[in-house]
Protein backbone atom coordinates (compact mmCIF):
# COMPACT_ATOMS: atom_id res chain seq x y z
CA UNK A 1 0.00 0.00 0.00
CA UNK A 2 3.08 2.24 0.69
CA UNK A 3 4.46 1.60 -2.87
CA UNK A 4 0.84 2.65 -4.33
CA UNK A 5 0.73 6.11 -2.31
CA UNK A 6 4.19 6.88 -3.09
CA UNK A 7 3.28 6.41 -7.04
CA UNK A 8 0.31 8.90 -6.67
CA UNK A 9 -2.36 6.42 -5.83
CA UNK A 10 -4.22 7.30 -2.65
CA UNK A 11 -5.20 3.90 -0.24
CA UNK A 12 -7.01 3.35 2.50
CA UNK A 13 -6.25 -0.55 4.61
CA UNK A 14 -8.70 -1.91 6.55
CA UNK A 15 -6.59 -3.32 9.97
CA UNK A 16 -8.11 -5.13 13.12
CA UNK A 17 -8.11 -3.45 16.59
CA UNK A 18 -4.61 -4.11 18.20
CA UNK A 19 -2.74 -4.44 14.64
CA UNK A 20 -2.63 -0.39 14.48
CA UNK A 21 0.80 -0.05 16.11
CA UNK A 22 2.06 -2.53 13.82
CA UNK A 23 0.33 -0.97 11.01
CA UNK A 24 1.81 2.47 11.89
CA UNK A 25 5.13 1.24 12.36
CA UNK A 26 5.41 -0.22 9.54
CA UNK A 27 4.13 2.55 7.26
CA UNK A 28 7.22 4.76 8.62
CA UNK A 29 9.50 1.60 7.81
CA UNK A 30 8.32 2.14 4.10
CA UNK A 31 8.24 5.33 4.09
CA UNK A 32 5.13 6.87 4.13
CA UNK A 33 4.28 8.72 7.94
CA UNK A 34 0.63 8.71 6.95
CA UNK A 35 -0.78 5.33 5.88
CA UNK A 36 -4.69 5.84 5.83
CA UNK A 37 -6.84 2.84 7.69
CA UNK A 38 -10.10 2.25 9.10
CA UNK A 39 -10.37 0.23 11.97
CA UNK A 40 -12.59 -3.18 11.64
CA UNK A 41 -13.34 -5.05 15.41
CA UNK A 42 -10.95 -7.89 14.66
CA UNK A 43 -9.63 -9.33 11.70
CA UNK A 44 -11.29 -11.25 9.06
CA UNK A 45 -9.53 -14.49 9.39
CA UNK A 46 -12.20 -17.37 10.53
CA UNK A 47 -15.22 -15.58 9.45
CA UNK A 48 -17.68 -16.41 6.97
CA UNK A 49 -18.69 -13.30 4.06
CA UNK A 50 -22.21 -13.32 6.14
CA UNK A 51 -20.05 -12.24 9.36
CA UNK A 52 -17.34 -10.20 7.45
CA UNK A 53 -20.13 -7.55 5.73
CA UNK A 54 -21.52 -5.61 9.17
CA UNK A 55 -18.11 -4.97 9.63
CA UNK A 56 -17.24 -3.65 6.25
CA UNK A 57 -20.27 -1.55 6.57
CA UNK A 58 -19.44 0.09 9.60
CA UNK A 59 -16.51 1.14 8.74
CA UNK A 60 -17.63 2.01 5.04
CA UNK A 61 -18.25 5.91 5.61
CA UNK A 62 -14.92 6.60 7.14
CA UNK A 63 -13.39 4.34 4.61
CA UNK A 64 -14.78 6.68 2.08
CA UNK A 65 -13.54 9.91 3.91
CA UNK A 66 -9.91 8.29 3.78
CA UNK A 67 -9.83 8.77 -0.11
CA UNK A 68 -11.67 11.88 -0.25
CA UNK A 69 -10.09 14.05 2.27
CA UNK A 70 -6.72 15.66 3.10
CA UNK A 71 -5.13 13.28 5.81
CA UNK A 72 -5.45 15.20 8.85
CA UNK A 73 -6.30 12.46 11.10
CA UNK A 74 -3.53 10.00 9.73
CA UNK A 75 -0.59 11.71 10.86
CA UNK A 76 1.02 8.40 12.71
CA UNK A 77 1.64 8.50 16.22
CA UNK A 78 4.98 10.24 17.28
CA UNK A 79 7.97 7.56 17.79
CA UNK A 80 8.71 8.38 21.51
CA UNK A 81 11.85 10.19 21.98
CA UNK A 82 14.30 8.41 21.28
CA UNK A 83 16.48 7.68 25.09
CA UNK A 84 20.15 8.49 24.90
CA UNK A 85 23.37 6.48 23.65
CA UNK A 86 24.23 6.60 27.19
CA UNK A 87 21.83 6.28 29.66
CA UNK A 88 22.74 6.76 33.31
CA UNK A 89 20.55 4.51 36.11
CA UNK A 90 20.91 5.37 39.68
CA UNK A 91 21.14 3.20 42.63
CA UNK A 92 22.08 2.73 46.27
CA UNK A 93 24.68 0.65 45.22
CA UNK A 94 25.69 -1.51 42.35
CA UNK A 95 22.94 -4.02 42.72
CA UNK A 96 20.37 -1.82 42.83
CA UNK A 97 21.43 -0.14 40.01
CA UNK A 98 21.39 -3.18 38.15
CA UNK A 99 17.98 -3.76 39.02
CA UNK A 100 16.85 -0.37 38.14
CA UNK A 101 18.28 -0.80 35.20
CA UNK A 102 16.49 -3.84 34.27
CA UNK A 103 13.10 -2.11 35.19
CA UNK A 104 13.82 0.82 32.79
CA UNK A 105 15.39 -1.70 30.16
CA UNK A 106 11.86 -3.94 30.52
CA UNK A 107 9.55 -0.48 30.62
CA UNK A 108 10.90 0.28 26.93
CA UNK A 109 10.76 -2.84 25.93
CA UNK A 110 13.86 -3.85 25.19
CA UNK A 111 14.53 -7.24 27.35
CA UNK A 112 13.12 -10.56 27.13
CA UNK A 113 11.59 -10.82 30.67
CA UNK A 114 14.55 -12.38 32.23
CA UNK A 115 17.15 -10.48 34.21
CA UNK A 116 19.83 -8.87 31.63
CA UNK A 117 23.15 -8.05 32.47
CA UNK A 118 24.24 -4.62 32.13
CA UNK A 119 25.65 -3.30 28.78
CA UNK A 120 28.23 -0.81 30.54
CA UNK A 121 31.16 0.83 28.13
CA UNK A 122 33.56 -1.47 29.94
CA UNK A 123 31.24 -4.85 29.23
CA UNK A 124 30.92 -4.14 25.67
CA UNK A 125 34.51 -3.05 25.17
CA UNK A 126 35.38 -5.86 26.20
CA UNK A 127 33.04 -8.10 24.04
CA UNK A 128 34.28 -5.98 21.10
CA UNK A 129 37.86 -7.29 21.56
CA UNK A 130 35.99 -10.20 20.29
CA UNK A 131 35.81 -9.61 16.83
CA UNK A 132 38.76 -7.51 14.70
CA UNK A 133 35.78 -5.79 13.32
CA UNK A 134 35.17 -1.94 13.68
CA UNK A 135 32.25 -0.91 15.69
CA UNK A 136 30.46 1.57 13.66
CA UNK A 137 30.94 -1.29 10.72
CA UNK A 138 27.11 -2.43 9.56
CA UNK A 139 26.80 -5.62 9.71
CA UNK A 140 23.59 -6.04 8.10
CA UNK A 141 20.07 -3.46 8.32
CA UNK A 142 17.60 -5.58 9.56
CA UNK A 143 13.69 -6.69 8.80
CA UNK A 144 11.11 -5.63 9.89
CA UNK A 145 11.73 -2.28 11.04
CA UNK A 146 15.33 -1.38 8.77
CA UNK A 147 17.21 -1.15 12.18
CA UNK A 148 20.94 -0.59 11.15
CA UNK A 149 22.79 -3.34 13.29
CA UNK A 150 26.43 -2.50 13.77
CA UNK A 151 29.23 -4.03 15.58
CA UNK A 152 28.73 -2.23 18.58
CA UNK A 153 25.10 -2.73 19.11
CA UNK A 154 25.31 -6.35 18.38
CA UNK A 155 28.09 -6.22 20.68
CA UNK A 156 25.56 -4.49 23.59
CA UNK A 157 22.78 -6.98 22.90
CA UNK A 158 25.63 -9.93 23.43
CA UNK A 159 26.41 -8.05 26.68
CA UNK A 160 22.96 -8.03 27.85
CA UNK A 161 22.20 -11.61 26.79
CA UNK A 162 25.42 -12.82 28.97
CA UNK A 163 27.37 -13.83 26.42
CA UNK A 164 31.19 -13.71 26.22
CA UNK A 165 33.29 -11.80 24.22
CA UNK A 166 34.64 -15.26 21.80
CA UNK A 167 30.70 -15.71 21.30
CA UNK A 168 30.48 -12.37 19.31
CA UNK A 169 31.82 -13.96 15.73
CA UNK A 170 28.96 -15.98 16.41
CA UNK A 171 26.70 -13.58 16.27
CA UNK A 172 27.77 -11.24 13.71
CA UNK A 173 28.17 -13.92 11.57
CA UNK A 174 24.58 -14.80 12.76
CA UNK A 175 23.22 -11.45 11.96
CA UNK A 176 24.41 -11.78 8.36
CA UNK A 177 22.71 -14.52 7.78
CA UNK A 178 19.46 -13.09 8.85
CA UNK A 179 20.09 -10.04 6.90
CA UNK A 180 20.05 -11.70 3.79
CA UNK A 181 16.65 -11.36 1.93
CA UNK A 182 16.59 -14.88 1.62
CA UNK A 183 16.06 -15.67 5.16
CA UNK A 184 12.64 -13.86 4.78
CA UNK A 185 13.33 -12.30 8.16
CA UNK A 186 10.57 -9.63 7.60
CA UNK A 187 7.65 -12.36 6.85
CA UNK A 188 8.32 -14.52 10.22
CA UNK A 189 9.16 -11.89 12.51
CA UNK A 190 6.23 -10.45 12.00
CA UNK A 191 4.01 -12.93 11.86
CA UNK A 192 0.61 -13.96 13.58
CA UNK A 193 3.13 -17.27 13.50
CA UNK A 194 5.64 -18.48 16.06
CA UNK A 195 8.38 -18.00 14.22
CA UNK A 196 11.43 -19.03 16.42
CA UNK A 197 14.95 -18.65 15.18
CA UNK A 198 17.52 -21.67 15.33
CA UNK A 199 20.82 -21.37 15.29
CA UNK A 200 23.16 -24.39 14.20
CA UNK A 201 26.75 -24.08 14.24
CA UNK A 202 29.14 -26.59 12.97
CA UNK A 203 32.77 -26.48 12.98
CA UNK A 204 36.02 -26.20 15.15
CA UNK A 205 34.20 -23.19 16.87
CA UNK A 206 31.58 -25.85 18.07
CA UNK A 207 34.48 -27.51 20.79
CA UNK A 208 36.42 -23.92 21.24
CA UNK A 209 32.80 -22.55 22.44
CA UNK A 210 32.14 -25.70 24.10
CA UNK A 211 28.93 -25.36 22.47
CA UNK A 212 26.80 -28.36 23.46
CA UNK A 213 25.40 -30.93 20.57
CA UNK A 214 24.48 -33.76 22.88
CA UNK A 215 22.42 -34.57 25.73
CA UNK A 216 19.69 -31.74 26.01
CA UNK A 217 21.70 -29.01 23.31
CA UNK A 218 18.75 -27.38 23.07
CA UNK A 219 18.84 -26.92 27.01
CA UNK A 220 18.42 -26.32 29.48
CA UNK A 221 20.75 -25.96 32.02
CA UNK A 222 24.43 -26.19 32.75
CA UNK A 223 25.65 -28.32 29.57
CA UNK A 224 23.41 -25.54 27.06
CA UNK A 225 24.80 -22.61 28.98
CA UNK A 226 26.63 -20.91 25.92
CA UNK A 227 24.10 -22.46 23.95
CA UNK A 228 21.37 -20.19 26.15
CA UNK A 229 23.37 -17.32 25.78
CA UNK A 230 23.94 -17.52 22.22
CA UNK A 231 20.07 -17.75 20.92
CA UNK A 232 19.18 -15.51 23.62
CA UNK A 233 21.40 -12.81 22.19
CA UNK A 234 19.85 -13.50 19.05
CA UNK A 235 16.36 -12.96 20.55
CA UNK A 236 17.27 -9.44 21.81
CA UNK A 237 18.96 -8.69 18.52
CA UNK A 238 15.39 -9.69 16.86
CA UNK A 239 13.51 -6.81 19.04
CA UNK A 240 16.49 -4.27 19.74
CA UNK A 241 18.02 -4.12 16.17
CA UNK A 242 15.26 -5.74 14.22
CA UNK A 243 12.49 -3.73 16.45
CA UNK A 244 10.14 -6.90 16.16
CA UNK A 245 8.61 -5.89 19.53
CA UNK A 246 5.92 -7.94 20.68
CA UNK A 247 2.57 -6.37 20.21
CA UNK A 248 4.36 -3.61 17.80
CA UNK A 249 5.75 -5.35 14.71
CA UNK A 250 5.88 -9.19 15.73
CA UNK A 251 2.42 -10.03 15.91
CA UNK A 252 2.43 -13.59 17.20
CA UNK A 253 -1.06 -15.10 18.25
CA UNK A 254 0.74 -16.67 21.61
CA UNK A 255 4.41 -16.71 21.18
CA UNK A 256 6.41 -19.42 21.91
CA UNK A 257 8.81 -20.54 24.63
CA UNK A 258 11.50 -21.32 21.61
CA UNK A 259 11.15 -17.69 20.66
CA UNK A 260 13.19 -16.58 24.08
CA UNK A 261 16.57 -18.96 22.57
CA UNK A 262 17.27 -21.63 20.47
CA UNK A 263 21.12 -22.91 19.75
CA UNK A 264 22.54 -26.06 19.26
CA UNK A 265 25.65 -27.39 17.31
CA UNK A 266 25.70 -30.87 15.16
CA UNK A 267 26.90 -33.46 16.92
CA UNK A 268 29.27 -35.11 14.35
CA UNK A 269 30.52 -37.53 16.69
CA UNK A 270 27.46 -39.64 16.02
CA UNK A 271 26.86 -38.81 12.55
CA UNK A 272 27.57 -40.84 9.43
CA UNK A 273 27.53 -37.98 7.32
CA UNK A 274 28.82 -35.21 5.88
CA UNK A 275 28.69 -32.27 8.48
CA UNK A 276 25.77 -29.78 7.69
CA UNK A 277 27.77 -26.92 6.68
CA UNK A 278 29.89 -28.69 4.14
CA UNK A 279 26.84 -30.14 2.48
CA UNK A 280 26.01 -26.43 2.26
CA UNK A 281 29.18 -25.90 0.44
CA UNK A 282 31.31 -24.66 3.16
CA UNK A 283 34.81 -26.06 3.64
CA UNK A 284 35.00 -28.84 6.45
CA UNK A 285 37.45 -27.03 8.65
CA UNK A 286 35.56 -23.71 8.35
CA UNK A 287 33.41 -22.96 11.38
CA UNK A 288 29.92 -21.76 10.16
CA UNK A 289 26.62 -20.65 11.65
CA UNK A 290 23.32 -21.56 10.17
CA UNK A 291 20.02 -19.70 10.76
CA UNK A 292 16.81 -21.38 10.18
CA UNK A 293 13.09 -20.29 11.20
CA UNK A 294 11.11 -22.80 12.90
CA UNK A 295 7.17 -22.82 13.60
CA UNK A 296 7.43 -25.99 15.76
CA UNK A 297 9.06 -29.07 17.16
CA UNK A 298 7.72 -32.39 17.34
CA UNK A 299 9.36 -35.51 19.00
CA UNK A 300 10.44 -38.34 16.73
CA UNK A 301 10.11 -41.05 19.75
CA UNK A 302 10.90 -44.21 18.03
CA UNK A 303 12.84 -46.79 20.56
CA UNK A 304 11.90 -49.82 18.44
CA UNK A 305 12.79 -49.37 14.68
CA UNK A 306 15.88 -50.95 13.83
CA UNK A 307 15.60 -49.93 9.72
CA UNK A 308 15.92 -47.15 8.08
CA UNK A 309 12.04 -46.94 7.24
CA UNK A 310 10.81 -48.17 10.21
CA UNK A 311 12.13 -44.81 11.73
CA UNK A 312 11.16 -42.76 8.74
CA UNK A 313 7.74 -44.09 9.07
CA UNK A 314 7.44 -42.69 12.35
CA UNK A 315 9.25 -39.89 11.48
CA UNK A 316 6.73 -39.24 8.66
CA UNK A 317 3.98 -39.39 10.52
CA UNK A 318 5.43 -37.07 12.94
CA UNK A 319 5.86 -34.08 9.75
CA UNK A 320 2.39 -34.68 8.52
CA UNK A 321 1.07 -32.23 11.06
CA UNK A 322 -1.77 -30.12 8.80
CA UNK A 323 -2.04 -27.88 11.50
CA UNK A 324 1.56 -26.41 11.09
CA UNK A 325 1.48 -23.72 8.48
CA UNK A 326 4.81 -24.71 6.83
CA UNK A 327 3.05 -28.22 6.25
CA UNK A 328 2.10 -28.01 2.20
CA UNK A 329 2.06 -24.38 2.27
CA UNK A 330 4.19 -24.69 -1.26
CA UNK A 331 0.51 -25.24 -2.52
CA UNK A 332 -0.06 -21.55 -2.27
CA UNK A 333 3.63 -20.67 -3.65
CA UNK A 334 6.51 -19.43 -2.14
CA UNK A 335 7.63 -16.98 0.61
CA UNK A 336 8.79 -13.73 -0.67
CA UNK A 337 10.64 -10.45 -0.44
CA UNK A 338 9.07 -8.18 -2.94
CA UNK A 339 11.66 -5.75 -2.30
CA UNK A 340 14.81 -7.71 -2.99
CA UNK A 341 12.26 -10.18 -5.46
CA UNK A 342 13.59 -13.45 -3.57
CA UNK A 343 10.99 -16.28 -3.40
CA UNK A 344 12.12 -19.28 -0.98
CA UNK A 345 10.68 -23.20 -0.53
CA UNK A 346 9.59 -23.99 3.39
CA UNK A 347 11.79 -26.32 4.53
CA UNK A 348 11.46 -28.69 7.31
CA UNK A 349 14.63 -29.83 9.09
CA UNK A 350 14.99 -33.50 11.00
CA UNK A 351 17.26 -32.98 14.03
CA UNK A 352 18.50 -37.34 13.78
CA UNK A 353 19.28 -38.34 17.20
CA UNK A 354 22.44 -40.93 17.62
CA UNK A 355 20.57 -43.61 17.94
CA UNK A 356 18.30 -43.59 15.00
CA UNK A 357 21.36 -41.90 12.86
CA UNK A 358 23.39 -45.81 14.08
CA UNK A 359 20.19 -47.43 12.36
CA UNK A 360 20.85 -45.14 9.22
CA UNK A 361 24.81 -46.27 9.40
CA UNK A 362 24.12 -49.87 9.64
CA UNK A 363 22.20 -49.99 6.81
CA UNK A 364 24.38 -47.46 4.63
CA UNK A 365 21.53 -44.46 4.23
CA UNK A 366 22.94 -41.62 2.62
CA UNK A 367 20.95 -37.89 3.72
CA UNK A 368 19.49 -38.19 0.15
CA UNK A 369 18.45 -41.88 0.99
CA UNK A 370 16.49 -40.39 4.24
CA UNK A 371 15.33 -37.00 1.78
CA UNK A 372 13.70 -39.53 -0.62
CA UNK A 373 12.27 -41.56 1.46
CA UNK A 374 10.63 -38.80 3.54
CA UNK A 375 9.60 -36.76 0.44
CA UNK A 376 7.37 -40.42 -0.59
CA UNK A 377 6.26 -41.16 2.36
CA UNK A 378 5.32 -37.69 4.70
CA UNK A 379 2.10 -37.43 2.55
CA UNK A 380 -1.48 -36.00 2.85
CA UNK A 381 -4.35 -36.00 1.18
CA UNK A 382 -5.11 -32.60 -1.33
CA UNK A 383 -8.35 -32.32 0.80
CA UNK A 384 -6.51 -32.18 3.69
CA UNK A 385 -3.87 -29.42 2.97
CA UNK A 386 -5.99 -27.28 0.60
CA UNK A 387 -8.69 -26.97 3.24
CA UNK A 388 -6.59 -24.63 4.79
CA UNK A 389 -4.96 -22.62 1.90
CA UNK A 390 -6.38 -19.91 -0.05
CA UNK A 391 -7.64 -21.60 -2.88
CA UNK A 392 -7.10 -18.32 -5.18
CA UNK A 393 -3.40 -18.84 -4.30
CA UNK A 394 -3.18 -22.32 -5.64
CA UNK A 395 -4.82 -21.79 -8.76
CA UNK A 396 -2.71 -18.81 -9.07
CA UNK A 397 0.68 -20.91 -7.78
CA UNK A 398 0.00 -23.96 -9.76
CA UNK A 399 -2.59 -24.07 -12.71
CA UNK A 400 -1.02 -27.24 -13.61
CA UNK A 401 -2.62 -28.94 -10.68
CA UNK A 402 -5.86 -27.98 -10.82
CA UNK A 403 -6.95 -31.76 -11.44
CA UNK A 404 -6.39 -32.27 -7.86
CA UNK A 405 -9.76 -31.01 -7.03
CA UNK A 406 -11.19 -33.66 -9.25
CA UNK A 407 -9.18 -36.28 -7.12
CA UNK A 408 -9.19 -35.03 -3.57
CA UNK A 409 -7.93 -37.61 -1.83
CA UNK A 410 -4.77 -38.32 -3.83
CA UNK A 411 -1.48 -37.88 -1.58
CA UNK A 412 0.47 -35.00 -2.18
CA UNK A 413 3.88 -34.18 -0.30
CA UNK A 414 3.78 -32.06 2.41
CA UNK A 415 7.14 -30.27 1.11
CA UNK A 416 7.66 -29.07 -2.22
CA UNK A 417 10.68 -31.06 -3.48
CA UNK A 418 12.83 -34.16 -1.51
CA UNK A 419 16.09 -31.46 -1.12
CA UNK A 420 13.36 -29.63 1.06
CA UNK A 421 14.28 -32.14 3.94
CA UNK A 422 17.27 -30.64 5.69
CA UNK A 423 19.33 -33.30 7.99
CA UNK A 424 21.35 -33.13 10.65
CA UNK A 425 23.22 -34.99 14.02
CA UNK A 426 22.43 -33.83 17.50
CA UNK A 427 21.36 -35.16 20.78
CA UNK A 428 22.30 -37.77 23.07
CA UNK A 429 21.35 -41.31 23.70
CA UNK A 430 17.94 -42.08 23.02
CA UNK A 431 15.25 -42.92 20.28
CA UNK A 432 14.09 -39.49 20.04
CA UNK A 433 14.94 -37.82 16.87
CA UNK A 434 13.29 -34.02 16.32
CA UNK A 435 11.11 -32.98 13.56
CA UNK A 436 11.33 -29.38 13.29
CA UNK A 437 8.97 -27.49 10.58
CA UNK A 438 10.65 -24.61 8.94
CA UNK A 439 9.65 -21.38 7.80
CA UNK A 440 11.64 -20.83 4.79
CA UNK A 441 14.66 -21.98 4.13
CA UNK A 442 18.70 -21.83 6.15
CA UNK A 443 20.93 -19.31 5.71
CA UNK A 444 24.35 -20.25 6.47
CA UNK A 445 27.39 -17.93 7.51
CA UNK A 446 31.07 -18.47 7.67
CA UNK A 447 32.48 -17.23 10.92
CA UNK A 448 35.43 -14.93 11.26
CA UNK A 449 38.06 -17.07 13.23
CA UNK B 1 26.23 5.17 42.49
CA UNK B 2 25.17 5.51 39.38
CA UNK B 3 25.72 2.87 35.94
CA UNK B 4 26.16 4.11 32.85
CA UNK B 5 24.93 1.40 30.53
CA UNK B 6 24.80 1.90 26.46
CA UNK B 7 21.36 2.06 24.51
CA UNK B 8 20.80 -1.37 22.51
CA UNK B 9 18.53 -0.22 19.87
CA UNK B 10 19.46 -0.04 16.41
CA UNK B 11 18.71 3.59 14.37
CA UNK B 12 16.77 2.50 11.62
CA UNK B 13 16.95 3.55 7.89
CA UNK B 14 14.74 6.71 7.43
CA UNK B 15 13.07 6.06 4.15
CA UNK B 16 11.56 9.41 2.90
CA UNK B 17 8.25 9.20 1.11
CA UNK B 18 4.89 11.39 1.18
CA UNK B 19 1.09 9.94 1.07
CA UNK B 20 -0.79 10.50 -2.47
CA UNK B 21 -3.00 13.81 -2.72
CA UNK B 22 -6.64 12.18 -1.75
CA UNK B 23 -9.63 12.22 -4.73
CA UNK B 24 -12.14 14.83 -4.81
CA UNK B 25 -14.89 12.60 -5.94
CA UNK B 26 -15.45 9.06 -6.21
CA UNK B 27 -18.09 9.45 -9.09
CA UNK B 28 -16.36 8.00 -12.36
CA UNK B 29 -13.83 6.39 -10.97
CA UNK B 30 -11.69 3.24 -10.87
CA UNK B 31 -10.83 2.31 -7.56
CA UNK B 32 -8.92 -1.07 -7.03
CA UNK B 33 -9.21 -3.71 -4.40
CA UNK B 34 -5.93 -5.38 -3.24
CA UNK B 35 -6.39 -8.79 -1.49
CA UNK B 36 -3.02 -10.06 -0.26
CA UNK B 37 -5.04 -13.65 -0.46
CA UNK B 38 -5.15 -13.98 3.61
CA UNK B 39 -8.54 -15.67 4.68
CA UNK B 40 -11.25 -13.12 4.28
CA UNK B 41 -9.75 -10.14 2.70
CA UNK B 42 -11.80 -11.10 -0.77
CA UNK B 43 -15.46 -10.93 1.09
CA UNK B 44 -14.12 -7.24 2.59
CA UNK B 45 -13.13 -6.25 -0.99
CA UNK B 46 -16.25 -7.69 -2.47
CA UNK B 47 -18.67 -5.38 0.01
CA UNK B 48 -16.64 -2.93 -0.03
CA UNK B 49 -16.75 -2.50 -3.98
CA UNK B 50 -20.59 -3.50 -4.05
CA UNK B 51 -21.37 -0.66 -1.43
CA UNK B 52 -19.15 2.03 -3.39
CA UNK B 53 -20.61 1.11 -7.02
CA UNK B 54 -24.32 1.26 -5.47
CA UNK B 55 -23.18 4.71 -3.72
CA UNK B 56 -21.07 6.31 -6.98
CA UNK B 57 -22.50 6.73 -9.81
CA UNK B 58 -20.37 5.15 -12.66
CA UNK B 59 -17.36 4.13 -10.64
CA UNK B 60 -15.74 0.79 -11.60
CA UNK B 61 -13.54 -1.60 -9.33
CA UNK B 62 -11.01 -4.31 -9.78
CA UNK B 63 -9.74 -7.07 -7.53
CA UNK B 64 -5.43 -6.72 -7.30
CA UNK B 65 -3.24 -9.89 -5.67
CA UNK B 66 0.56 -9.37 -5.51
CA UNK B 67 2.33 -10.97 -7.97
CA UNK B 68 4.80 -12.60 -5.79
CA UNK B 69 4.70 -14.87 -2.48
CA UNK B 70 2.65 -17.88 -0.97
CA UNK B 71 0.08 -17.24 2.14
CA UNK B 72 0.21 -13.76 1.49
CA UNK B 73 0.91 -12.27 -1.97
CA UNK B 74 2.65 -8.91 -2.28
CA UNK B 75 2.89 -6.19 -4.61
CA UNK B 76 5.92 -5.25 -5.82
CA UNK B 77 7.51 -1.42 -7.03
CA UNK B 78 6.63 -2.92 -10.32
CA UNK B 79 3.27 -4.12 -9.18
CA UNK B 80 2.88 -0.37 -7.71
CA UNK B 81 3.37 1.35 -11.04
CA UNK B 82 1.62 -0.99 -13.39
CA UNK B 83 -1.79 -0.18 -11.16
CA UNK B 84 -1.43 3.32 -10.71
CA UNK B 85 -2.25 3.06 -14.93
CA UNK B 86 -5.33 1.24 -14.23
CA UNK B 87 -6.45 3.09 -11.24
CA UNK B 88 -7.10 6.24 -9.11
CA UNK B 89 -7.22 4.71 -5.28
CA UNK B 90 -6.83 1.75 -3.79
CA UNK B 91 -8.58 -0.09 -0.83
CA UNK B 92 -6.45 -2.90 0.66
CA UNK B 93 -7.36 -6.25 2.77
CA UNK B 94 -4.54 -7.45 4.51
CA UNK B 95 -7.22 -9.30 6.91
CA UNK B 96 -5.28 -8.58 9.97
Not at chain 1, 115 to 140: F, H, I, N, Y
Not at chain 1, 422 to 437: C, F, P
Request: hydrophobic share 40%.
Amino acid sequence: MAELEKVGVPTVGFVAQSFEKDWQASARVFGVKALPWVTVPRPFVGLDAEDIYPLVDAAFDALVKRLTEPLAQEVAEEDRARPAEVIAVEGEDRYAALEHMNRIFMDQGWGDGFPLWAPTRERVDAMLRGTKRAPSQTVAVLAPGKGIATVEKIAVNAVMAGCRPEHLPVLLAAVEAIGDPRFMMRNVAMSTGAHAPLMIVNGPIVDKLGINTGRCALGPGAPSAVNTVLGRAIRLIYMNLGHAYPGHMDLDTLGSPTKYSMCLGENMDASPWEPFHVEKGFERGASVVTMFTTYALSEVEDNYGTTPPAVLNTTSLSACNAGVKSVGYWLCGWRADPDARVQVKDKHLLIVCPVHAAVYKKHQWSKQDVRDYLYQHARMPFEQLIAKTEAAAFRKSHPQLQWLWGSPQTLIPILETPDCFEIMVAGGMGGRSTYSYGAGEPVSRLIEQ
Amino acid sequence: MTLHVLNPVARKVEEQGSSAPRLSKLEGKHIGLYWNFKAGGDAALRRAGELLQSRYAGLQTKLYVGSIGGSNHFLTKDDAKRISGECVGMIGSTAD
